[in-house]
């Protein structure tokens, strides 16, 4: 059962010695705002987070100052990545881990396909021409990979 955090703008002033106005000030212009709850109701939880984070925090240790600019450099590389999935620039692990093997899958059929094709492109030819027709067939191969041809079609390119 969750327990119920709400306290008034008179207990947050005087939980933190302040009067009601700089308590407003602080939601206004200071970020307090995350605790906001409606008029005169505030999240204690949030407030006294926002409170260590913002306030108490004290700036001239040098030791708490370069972690919390570790900390906050690692919350704002999460939120980034954060943002990057919600715009669908990254896709779960396990959809990478499925085309990963998907592409495996093609690549290595696709290379399998050179010993039972290649002879029959490379009868009557002389030497000198079995090293352009090798490497003619991967670079179809590839090139096929690339524009995510199936593997019919990469077989195509090289019989």
Same mark, same amino acid.
């Given at each position: 059962?969750? /327990?119920?955090?709400?306290?008034?703008?008179?207990?947050?002033?005087? =939980?933190?010695? #302040? *009067?009601?106005? /700089?308590?407003?000030?602080?939601?206004?212009?200071?970020? %307090? +705002?995350?605790?906001?709850? *409606?008029? &005169? #109701?505030?999240? %204690?939880?949030?407030?006294?987070?926002?409170?260590?984070?913002?306030?108490?925090?004290? #700036?001239?240790? *040098?030791?708490?100052? +370069?972690?919390? @600019?570790?900390?906050?450099?690692?919350?704002?590389? #999460?939120?980034?990545? +954060?943002?990057?999935?919600?715009?669908? @620039? %990254?896709?779960?692990? @396990?959809?990478?881990?499925?085309?990963?093997?998907?592409?495996?899958?093609?690549?290595?059929?696709?290379?399998?396909?050179?010993?039972?094709?290649?002879?029959? =492109?490379?009868?009557?030819?002389?030497?000198?021409?079995?090293?352009?027709? =090798?490497? &003619?067939?991967?670079?179809?191969? =590839?090139?096929?990979?690339? @524009?995510?041809? *199936?593997?019919?079609?990469?077989?195509?390119?090289? /019989?």
């Amino acid at each position: 059962m969750a /327990t119920d955090f709400t306290v008034s703008t008179k207990y947050l002033a005087g =939980l933190f010695e #302040k *009067s009601a106005k /700089t308590i407003s000030v602080w939601k206004n212009t200071r970020g %307090l +705002d995350v605790a906001f709850i *409606s008029a &005169g #109701k505030w999240d %204690l939880r949030s407030a006294i987070q926002w409170w260590a984070e913002s306030e108490h925090y004290p #700036k001239n240790n *040098s030791e708490i100052s +370069d972690s919390r @600019e570790r900390w906050e450099k690692a919350r704002a590389d #999460k939120i980034e990545i +954060d943002v990057d999935r919600m715009r669908s @620039e %990254l896709l779960p692990a @396990e959809n990478v881990q499925q085309a990963l093997a998907e592409l495996i899958s093609v690549t290595k059929r696709a290379f399998l396909l050179l010993p039972h094709q290649l002879p029959t =492109l490379l009868a009557g030819k002389d030497p000198g021409e079995h090293k352009d027709i =090798l490497e &003619g067939a991967v670079d179809e191969i =590839l090139k096929g990979m690339a @524009e995510r041809a *199936s593997f019919k079609e990469i077989r195509k390119r090289i /019989t």
